[in-house]
C-alpha cells in the first residue's frame, strides 16, 4: 500500500472539491450535488486508509496528536456529505476542505511514535471514538455558528453580499445549528459518562485539564439547549455561547495533546 501516494491523491481532491466549491459560491458554475459528493467521498475515502495506517500501524493504538486530528477531520467530512444530502451545508466545504488537506499531509511528516492505548482497550477506544465524533459535530456547529454572526450583520446592515447569496433563510441556518447542539451535547454526554467507566482514572494529572474542559464545555452546551427551550435564545446569543462552548472543547481535544506531546 502506497501511503504517500494516497495521502497525496487524498489532498489533491481536497484542493479540487475547494476550487469547486469556491467556482460554486461565486456563481461561476451551477451547483451539481454529485460533483461535490463524488470528490469528497473519494478524499476522505483516501485519508481515512491513510489515517488507520498509522493508528493501528503497531500493536497499541496511535492516537497522537496528527493522527487524531486526521481522524477528526475525516469525521467532520463524513457527517457533512451525509447532512448534506439533506441540509444546505455545501457553503461549509470551504472551511473543512483546506483544514483536512492540512491533517492528510500533517500524518506524512509530524508522526509522533507515542501509542496511547492498549489494542485491547475497547472501552476507552469507545470513550475516545465518542469524543471525536462530539468534537466533529461541535466543529461543525462552530462553522454554522459564524456564518449565523455574519448573516446577522449582514442583515441588519441590509447589504446584499455574496455570501448572503450563498446562505439559506436565516431561520433554516438557527434550526440546522440546534440539530447540530443536540446532537453533540448528547454524543460530549457519553464520552464523558464513557470516560468515567473505562478509565481509572480520569482525574489523572495529564487528564485533569482535558476533563474538566471537557465539563465546563458540556455545562455550556446545556445552558444554550435550556435558554433556546426557555427564553428562545437565538441568533448572535445562540452563536456566541456555541463559540465559547467549542473554544474550551478545543482546549480539552487539541491543547493538551499538544502540550504533552510537543511541549513536555
Known amino acids: 500500500m502506497n501511503i504517500l501516494a494516497l495521502s497525496l491523491f487524498s489532498a489533491g481532491l ?10 460554486v459560491y461565486t456563481r461561476k458554475l451551477h451547483a451539481k450535488p454529485f460533483i461535490s459528493f463524488f470528490l469528497g467521498a473519494a478524499a476522505v475515502s483516501a485519508q481515512l486508509i491513510v489515517t488507520f495506517h498509522y493508528i493501528f500501524a503497531q500493536t ?3 492516537l497522537s496528536l496528527v493522527n487524531t486530528a486526521s481522524l477528526t477531520s475525516c469525521l467532520i467530512i463524513i457527517c457533512l456529505l451525509l ?10 466545504f470551504l ?11 500533517s500524518t506524512l511528516f509530524f508522526q509522533q511514535q507515542q501509542p496511547d492505548l492498549s489494542s485491547a482497550g475497547s472501552g ?12 466533529s459535530v461541535f466543529s461543525i456547529a462552530a462553522v454554522q455558528a459564524i ?7 449582514n442583515l441588519k446592515r441590509k447589504n446584499s453580499t455574496i455570501l448572503m447569496r450563498n ?3 436565516l431561520l433554516t441556518m438557527e434550526n440546522l445549528l440546534f440539530e447540530m447542539l443536540w446532537s453533540g451535547t448528547i454524543l460530549l454526554f457519553m464520552a464523558i459518562i464513557a470516560g468515567f467507566i473505562f478509565v481509572d482514572d480520569l482525574f489523572a494529572q495529564h487528564l485533569i485539564h482535558k476533563t474538566v474542559l471537557s465539563i465546563i464545555a458540556l455545562g455550556i452546551f446545556s445552558v444554550l439547549l435550556a435558554g433556546r427551550k426557555i427564553h428562545g435564545w437565538r441568533g448572535l446569543t445562540a452563536s456566541k455561547w456555541t463559540l465559547w462552548g467549542g473554544a474550551m472543547l478545543m482546549l480539552a481535544f487539541f491543547g493538551s495533546k499538544f502540550v504533552l506531546e510537543w511541549l513536555v
Do not use: D, E
Open 147 to 153: 456564518l449565523i454572526q455574519m448573516q446577522n450583520k
Open 14 to 23: 481536497y484542493c479540487c472539491g475547494t476550487i469547486y466549491q469556491f467556482l
Open 124 to 135: 476507552i477506544f469507545i470513550h475516545v471514538i465518542l469524543s471525536i465524533l462530539a468534537y
Open 83 to 92: 447532512l448534506s444530502t439533506r441540509k444546505p451545508l455545501q457553503i461549509i
Open 95 to 105: 472551511a473543512v476542505y483546506p483544514f483536512a488537506t492540512l491533517t492528510v499531509l
Open 167 to 169: 446562505l439559506p433563510p
Open 60 to 62: 497499541q493504538i496511535n
